[in-house]
C-alpha cells in the first residue's frame, strides 16, 4: 500500500514538473512572438527602428530572440559636431531601406539606431567612446570582435555595411539608390554651354583645330577618371573624416578599398604637377636659343617629376600596406 502511495506521488509529481515546464515553454514563445511582432510593427513605420535603454535591452539584448539586429550607434545632434555621422547614418538608412523593400525581407532582420543622447547608458554598457559604430547583435549568443564594423578599414559606404551584415547573418541586401539627377542635369548644363558657345562661335571656329585645347581636354578627362572621381559619384564618400574623440582630420583614406573626396583632388593635382615636370623636360629638349633656358627648364621639370612622384607613392604606400618601395619621402 505504501508503495502504491509513493509511486502515485510520483506520478503526480512528474506531471506538475511537466506542466510546469510546458507552461514556461509556451510563455517564453508567446513572449518571443510578441518581440518579433512588436518589432515587426515598428519596422512597418520606419526603417530603422529607434532605441532607448529600455527598449535595447528587451529587444536586443534581452531573451528570447530568434531574429538579428544591426545597431548604428551615433552622435547625430548638432552640437556633438560629427560630420561623419550624419553621412553613415545616410548609407545606413540606404541599407535599412533597401532592405525594407526588397522582396527578401522578413523578421530575421532588423535595423537600429541609438543616438548617445537618447541611450548614452547603451554606450557605457558597451565600452563605446566613439561614434559612429555598427554592431551586429545575434540572434543566439553574444557579439563578438567580428560582429563590430571595422569602419576604418572598410569604410561606411552601403555597400560594404551590406557585405559584412552578410558575412555576419548570412542574409544578402541588394543595395537601391535613390536616383540622383545632378549628374544628368549637369551633363545637359554643360551640353548646352557648348553647344551655346559653338553657335555663337559659328564664324569663327578655328579653335576647334586647335591642339593644345585637345590636348589639355583630353588630360582633364584623364586625370579626373584615374582620381576616381567616377568611384566618388558611384560610391558617394565622405569629403575627409574627423575622428571624434581626437579630433585628428584625414584626407587619406587608410584602405585600398575606399578613398575621400578630398584624396581624389589630391590625386588629380599631383598628376598633373607630373605631367607638367614631363612637358617641361620636353619643351626644353625641343627649345631653341639660350642653353641656359633650356637647362633650367630641364631641371624645373625633373624637379617637379621628382617630388611630385615621391608624394604620389607616398600616398600608393600609405594606401596599400607592407608595400616595399619609395622615393624621395616615406
Known sequence: MANTIMFVQSILLLLCIYASITNAESKKEDSLSEKVQQMVDWNSKKSI????ADKFKQYVRGSPKNYSVVVMLTALQPQRQCSVCKQASDEFTILANSWRYSQQFSNRLFFAMVDFDEGGDIFQSLKINTAPVFMHFPAKGKPKKADTMDIHRVGFAAEQIARWVQERTDIQVRIFRPPNYSGTLALALLFSLVGGLLYLK???LEFLYNRTFWG???LTVIFAMTSGQMWNHIRGPPVMHKNPSTGAIN?????SQGQFVA?????M???AAIV???ILMTEANSMKGDAGKKRVFALV???CVAIFFSLLLSIFRSKYHGYPYSFLMK
Not at 527602428?49 to 532607448?52: A, D, E, K, P, S
Not at 584626407?251 to 584602405?255: A, K, L, V
Request: charged letters at 10%.
Open 301 to 303: 621639370g625633373l624637379g
Open 202 to 204: 559659328r564664324n569663327n
Open 263 to 267: 584624396e581624389t583632388y589630391m590625386v
Open 269 to 271: 593635382l599631383l598628376n
Open 49 to 52: 527602428i529607434r532605441l532607448n
Open 276 to 278: 607638367v615636370g614631363i
Open 251 to 255: 584626407y587619406i583614406h587608410g584602405s
Open 216 to 218: 589639355i581636354s583630353a
